[in-house]
């Protein structure tokens, strides 16, 4: 522990400098700077499609980025053989949309398989682990049901004890509140706060849910067009002056974000020589 | 035109090529998972072989039954209804046992290997094992594939075994052929080379079957419509790869 605060004394537990990356001909990212703080709940927000799963991807290397550096607590991550990498992947737990969870075994065994796969635990302290783990997404009960059978919320719970099993240091939700009711977002909302300060971890949160950000992230950076738009507390974005933001933020149709996507000129395509 | 022909070649070549750097990424890990991941692959045996087993014998039963038929109404022309079990036997270990069961094997448990696989690649259960550490090579595709190339020459012997008793039912029982020529004259002109044909090619058939349905199923767009795609490639693939080497591995063995 002493060890690694004294190799990265940044404040920063993921940096991202000048990262471009593109997917075909589409430029996905061109130039984006991130700064992730230790110890809060940064949200990545952005209309649909500017590639914040992607900047997920890129961050835990499941994509390589085009040019960029992607610090990690300190460690430049691209420089990272398998066998590292999968060290560095088991401080991360990620929460991916629709939970992922392995849908051949049972919740128990969905919550237990980081810990088969990655100590030499004994049966009962696995049970152990598992089942406070459980407890603490509060679906202690659901230990024996099949994934199949579970809500979308509950799968989603689920999926966050999973993720936090392993007791890492940065947890990555993607998504998590697309498609739930009402309350499970709420408790969703409540967890992802919880843990963050409970187990003194780094959480980022992708989402485009404005509200809900608000509600829990202490910093968040809004990117569109392949760059950081803006960034600050979500009390700060509310109140932005830039266009972009305001249209973001108050949900309005068309701006700077173009209600059309791109298209030929309207009466020249419908009177045009194509038009039979 | 040409450059169409051109381009489908180039194709095929890469896609012969990738396919046989997966085979040893495979081959790499098979004796780690063999070692490691035991369960597992007794689970998948069961998987591919044990719930293959009904559809296998059934058919079994009936070509064993179809060659007692054929064989009588043909050799009885020639006064050699005897030969009817030597017939069968020959047709059955080393033609019909390896490529039929390989055929069957290719529709039910290679399909289930694609979209199982598939359906785990488009639900994002692949990237989570990846984002946890374990290899999903390793845990979900070596696996299956070391299961399914073990269930193959297996069912490929039972359905050879089956396919005889159907064949000395519909011969003996139905068409009263003499029992003991039946079995005699089948051991006297079978010998154990010929059956070890048969067993090569069942071997080398599952490696196909197997190979392409793990390699459809990983590499399966992770979509519905891909996925469903992946399942029927499989089956087509397989046949036409299954049946090609079939005469290939004959023409060697002739």
Redesign the interface.
Known sequence: MLRRAMSSPSDYIIEIHDLNFSRGSRQIFKGLDIQIKRGEVTAIMGPSGTGKTTLLRLV?R?LIPDSGVILVDGIDISKLNVAGL??L??R?G?L???G????DLSVFENVA??LR??TRLTNRLIRHVVLTKLHAVGLRGAADMLPAELSGGMARRVALA?AMV?DPDILIYDEPFVGLDPISMGVIVRLVRRMNDALGISSILVSHDVDEISAVADCSYLISHGKVAASGSPHDLKHGTSELVRQFMHGMADGPVAFHYDAPDYAEQLLGRDAE | MLRDFYQAFIEFVRTFGAMTLFLLEVLRYTPAVLFTRFGLVVKQVHNAGALSLVIIMVCGFFVGGVLGLQGYANLTRFNAEDAVGTFAGFALLKELGPVITALLFAGRAGTALASEIGLMKATDQLAAMEMMAVNPVQRVVVTRFIGAVIAMPLLAAIFSAIGLLGAHLVGVGLLGIDVGAFWQQMQQSIQAKDVMEGVFKSVVFGLIASLLAVWEGYNAVPTAEGVGRATTRTVVITAIAVLITDFMITAVFI
Request: aromatic share 20%.
């Open positions: 835990t499941q999968y060290r992947r088991q991360f990620m991916f949309q629709n992922a969870l392995l849908t398989f980081p796969e990655h999973r392993m």
